[in-house]
């Protein structure tokens, strides 16, 4: 009788510790919604209801109690974008040295003291294949534009942008910025095949690896012979938008080459054909203008 009763014992325990594991790995797993839990079933949900209902609680619970679903390799480079990344190509070394060959050269202080722009731009055209004179380019090309005092006592003009300042065969002409040039120039091109570009912003290095070493000039703002001081003249612009500082000592030239200590230029201030400037200064003189350029590019040639 007692064995009997020994045994009974031993199969309740048995029983009872089988339902205790049993129970406890049905609330770890309905705890992750690997199976339905225990409350969703009390609560008379089915078994995938259950998993369907606990995925959703969890997703709108923070992240640190639900770890996100990575994506393997092949997700991560088609659907997000993300592993794959084009490194942007390093530019081409410059030549150590470039000149152009044959780019004309005008002297600007026999007839056009203060007209540097103009002379560089014809300078530049005439390379570039178009048969126009400085005096041609002036009268009928750029926009003139002249100050005058207000009421108040004010000087008054357009915007260098805009308009040459003055009258560029005067000493007393000031001068305009690389946009007016490049308005004046789109009205000569039409039927030519020609381009005009402003390239106001680029470095020097770039100028010479993307222009000269094209065999393409470069229509330059700098100062007279590179110098360091200028004296300046304000104005107001005359609808308003703000002052000009014109720098007494504006100088336009046109950049043909370079090698490791200069910078070489048809320059119209100077009678040399080919001036050279020290780097560092011309660097200095082309900062202190706001690095303005300009370029005009030749027709494309025609593929046979």
Not at 14 to 43: C, K, N
Not at 172 to 185: E, F, R, T, Y
Request: proline residues 6%.
């Amino acid at each position: 009788m007692k064995k009997s009763r020994k045994k009974i014992y031993r199969i309740i325990r048995t029983i009872f510790g089988v339902t205790v594991v049993g129970a406890a790995a049905w609330f770890y797993l309905g705890s992750y919604g690997v199976v339905a839990s225990p409350f969703d079933v009390i609560r008379g949900k089915g078994f995938l209801e259950g998993a369907t209902a606990r995925n959703a609680d969890s997703s709108s619970d923070s992240s640190s109690e639900r770890l996100p679903d990575i994506p393997d390799e092949e997700d991560q480079t088609e659907e997000t974008g993300a592993a794959v990344v084009t490194p942007t190509p390093a530019p081409e070394p410059l030549e150590p040295s470039w000149q152009i060959e044959n780019v004309p050269h005008i002297y600007q202080y026999d007839d056009y003291p203060t007209g540097c722009e103009s002379v560089s731009t014809v300078i530049a055209l005439q390379y570039s294949g178009i048969d126009i004179s400085v005096d041609t380019f002036i009268d009928d090309y750029l926009t003139i534009g002249t100050l005058w005092e207000n009421s108040e006592g004010q000087i008054v003009g357009p915007d260098m942008d805009d308009a040459y300042i003055g009258d560029p065969r005067s000493v007393h002409g000031c001068g305009c910025n690389a946009p007016a040039i490049v308005k004046a120039v789109r009205k000569l091109l039409p039927g030519t095949g020609n381009k005009v570009l402003n390239l106001t912003g680029m470095e020097m290095e770039d100028l010479c690896r993307d222009y000269i070493c094209q065999d393409i000039p470069v229509i330059l703002w700098a100062t007279i012979g590179m110098q360091e001081w200028t004296e300046t003249i304000t104005w107001e612009i005359e609808n308003g938008a703000g002052t000009v500082t014109f720098y007494s000592a504006e100088h336009c030239l046109v950049l043909t080459g370079y090698d490791e200590e200069f910078y070489y230029f048809s320059d119209p201030a100077s009678r040399e054909e080919i001036k050279g400037y020290e780097k560092e200064a011309v660097e200095k003189a082309y900062d202190k203008l706001g690095c303005q350029a300009v370029a005009i590019l030749p027709p494309e040639e025609e593929e046979n």
